[in-house]
């Protein structure tokens, strides 16, 4: 696959986050397969790549994870210009900012202009959530909630798979329900767009709640690119600037449909675009 350069979509820029590698609950394998299917010129690590906080507890390293890692090193080597942005989880990666590692630039934040003559901020996030901020206390235990409710996720939709229904994500719900009713959310992508605001960038990039969204805050474009444990989105860019969220459920049969019409052009499937 990764020899075949008919088979790979590519973008100008790709943006991932909360990959959370070290973590039973990393989709490492359904991530490589995204890597692979996909170049850019460019690619953001927009923090929660690797979760410090699961590796404190317990070591979970298998070697998916390692060739996560090997594939992004790759990458790097070959030309693709990646910058690692850290997040609350990999808050230890903060110390080494402005640091090159084996072609990749540690970012606490990044500037990116799109095609189009955008100015993006490009953040995880943390630093915006009150949670984080001022009741780490509450972050933490919010987290064992959440690893919790995602083991109960699998048992859930292996039952019902095993009835025939398709798969339905319990924790996305239960985080939607609550969140919403404490307006935790909306709080969240408020500030984000207002700190760009004040900054003068046009838009935010970012990741931490694992809601994948683009979308218009009071003029300032919002991206959120989702995460690698449920949702297994992306911000892309394409070489005119427009920005999409995909998914990888999409990836696969793209590439293939890329790879059967080759050097035609694909139109991708995405839940938004700006």
């Known amino acids: 696959m990764d020899d075949d350069p008919d088979s790979k979509l590519r973008f100008r820029t790709i943006w991932i986050s909360d990959l959370h590698l070290g973590s039973s609950s990393c989709q490492a394998a359904l991530l490589l397969d995204f890597l692979r299917y996909t170049e850019s010129e460019q690619l953001y690590l927009v923090g929660d790549i690797v979760d410090g906080w699961q590796l404190r507890r317990r070591w979970f390293w298998p070697q998916a994870h390692n060739d996560v890692v090997q594939k992004v090193l790759r990458k790097a080597r070959k030309g693709t210009a ?3 942005i850290p997040g609350n989880h990999d808050a230890f990666g903060r110390h080494f900012s ?3 590692f084996g072609g990749i630039e540690v970012r606490d934040e ?3 202009l799109t095609a189009d003559g955008r100015r993006l901020l490009v953040v995880h996030g943390d630093l915006f959530d009150g949670v984080i901020q001022h009741a780490k206390w509450l972050a933490f235990v919010g987290d064992h ?3 919790f409710t995602l083991e109960l996720n699998r048992w859930f939709n292996a039952l019902r798979a095993r009835l025939g229904f398709p798969y339905w994500s319990l924790s996305q719900f239960l985080k939607h329900k609550v969140k919403n009713a404490v307006s935790y959310i909306t709080d ?6 207002q700190e760009a605001r004040r900054r003068g960038f046009d838009g935010v990039v970012c990741g931490h709640i694992h809601k994948a969204e683009i979308r218009s805050i009071g003029g300032v474009l919002y991206c959120n690119d989702g995460d690698w444990v449920e949702s297994l989105t992306a911000l892309v860019e394409d070489d005119a600037g427009k920005l999409s969220i995909l998914h990888w459920k999409d990836i696969a049969a793209q ?4 790879a059967d019409a080759a050097h035609k052009e694909v139109p991708l ?3 938004a675009s700006y």
């Open 82 to 84: 990646v910058t690692y």
């Open 98 to 100: 402005l640091i090159n």
């Open 110 to 112: 990044a500037l990116h």
């Open 145 to 147: 909630l959440y690893l």
């Open 188 to 193: 969240f992508e408020i500030a984000l767009a």
């Open 255 to 258: 590439a293939a449909e890329v």
């Open 269 to 271: 499937a995405h839940s």
